[in-house]
């Protein structure tokens, strides 16, 4: 038994490859491959989208009778994934893409439509300077002019740059940081001084409030003494009990009920009492 994993096959001394015969196979037969799609695509059918980068086991084929420049194309056959309808698309090697055939169509893309947009543009300005050279002097004087105009915002966007490379963004910080602490430190002390000034005004308030109280306490009391006082010396004689007999009997009344106030009443008493009896002996004294 000979080997298997051979690289050289043995050929008898007799063999002529002219001899085999050829296998005769058709040019449009089609084989069945494995590849993505090229694009995003929507089934005309069922409206299903197909995804670009979707796996296909796809049929391929040379399209006949289309070259580009000596270059073959092919045409691939894949079914929609929903309701199994056949899309067809082929190569275009002339813009290096793929062209929607049949059985769907190709979703918007815009940068395919600028480009060839910019194709068309460029191609009709070669045609134009072909046979008019007075449009060839114009557009290299537009060209010159936009080629300055970029030239110039280079240049500013440069400089624009250097200012800002040479612009300390940290010392900047910095300085903003102290500005913003001074800012709450004078805050604060404004607070402090309103504080300060608030609880001035209400002791001044308070001691003004004291004052008039006391004043209104003497003029009070200077009223009582006055009433009290006999307008006459004989006064004192003709009343049946003083003033001082009838506040100080007030006072006994309204503080019997403290009996360690006893003492010091019966003493006031006697102080009022002798007092008034010595009033007495005087304004007669003096009346003799």
Known sequence: MSERK?????????????????????????????????????????????????????????????????????????????????????????????????????????????????????????????????KVLENRTKDSKLEMEVLENLQELKELNQRQAQVDFEGMIDRYRDIEKREKEREKEEDERETKEMLDRALVKRLRDSDSDSEKEEASSSTQTKESSPDKPTDILTTDKPPEAQSLATNILGSFHDPGHLTLIKVKCTLHSVLGLWQAHFHIFKLS
Not at 17 to 24: A, E, G, M, N, Y
Not at 72 to 78: A, K, S
């Open 6 to 134: 051979v690289l050289n096959k043995y050929y008898p001394p007799d063999f002529d490859p002219s001899k085999i015969p050829k296998l005769k196979l058709p040019k449009d037969r089609q084989y069945v491959v494995r590849l993505m799609a090229p694009f995003n695509m929507r089934c005309k059918t069922c409206g299903e989208y197909i995804y670009k980068g979707k796996k296909f086991n796809a049929r391929k084929e040379t399209v006949q009778n289309e070259l580009y420049m000596g270059l073959p194309i092919f045409r691939f056959y894949i079914k929609c994934t929903r309701c199994l309808a056949e899309i067809t698309f082929k190569t275009d090697p002339e813009n290096t893409d793929y062209a929607m055939e049949h059985g769907a169509t190709r979703n918007f893309q815009a940068e395919k439509l600028v480009e060839d947009e910019e194709k068309r543009i460029q191609q009709e300005r070669e045609e134009e300077e072909l046979n008019n050279p007075m």
